[in-house]
């Protein structure tokens, strides 16, 4: 690859730079920081920014999510300190799902088979009463089934089934887990 032919100018942003800029400053203020704040404030804030957000949801310190107008939260989900939502494309996250400490829902990679290294994008969908573990990683077009586990620690770069325990890097299945 160069990477001096690389280029992001054809990026939809999906608002306008000063949105974007509004942004930055919120997030700087309310989010990314270690002072404990109403979930409520920060749900507000992201609804303001265009995120549908649900009732109950919890949204803890230092979350980042980097466009808010590309996210969709159902009710009752948490999202842990440090959670790292990287949204160029949609991020559907369903009702009742708990997204643990520093785990990392990356909607974007490169396509390293070409020297220009271009930008590629997917969305992730978390199924209804999912849970990703702490410190674990979900990559662009994954699809986490309902009722589902991700262990902590986890790189998830392929679907998990619906009602599955996954686990490792790359994250397989270990076990079926019965619905409730």
């Known amino acids: 690859m160069d990477l001096s032919k690389f280029s992001s100018q054809d990026f939809d942003r999906g608002a306008s730079r000063l949105k974007e800029i509004a942004w930055f400053v919120i997030r700087r203020i309310f989010f990314q920081t270690s002072t404990p704040m109403p979930s409520a404030l920060r749900a507000a804030l992201l609804r303001l920014f265009g995120a549908k957000i649900g009732a109950g949801a919890i949204i803890r310190a230092n979350v980042n999510v980097t466009f808010p107008w590309r996210l969709s939260m159902g009710d009752h989900v948490w999202l842990g300190e440090e959670v790292m939502i990287l949204s160029f ?11 643990s400490q520093r ?36 990559g662009p077009g994954v699809e986490v089934g309902n009722g589902s586990v991700v262990s902590a620690g986890s790189v998830v770069m392929e679907n998990v089934p619906a009602h599955s325990l ?9 076990r079926a887990i019965e619905p409730v």
């Open 166 to 174: 996954v686990r490792g890097n790359p994250a397989v299945v270990v």
């Open 89 to 99: 494309a949609p991020v559907m996250i369903e009702s009742s799902v708990c997204v």
């Open 103 to 138: 785990a990392f829902l990356c909607t974007g990679t490169h396509n390293f088979y070409l020297p220009t290294f271009d930008l590629q994008f997917k969305p992730i969908t978390l199924r209804s009463g999912s849970w990703v573990a702490a410190q674990s990683f979900i």
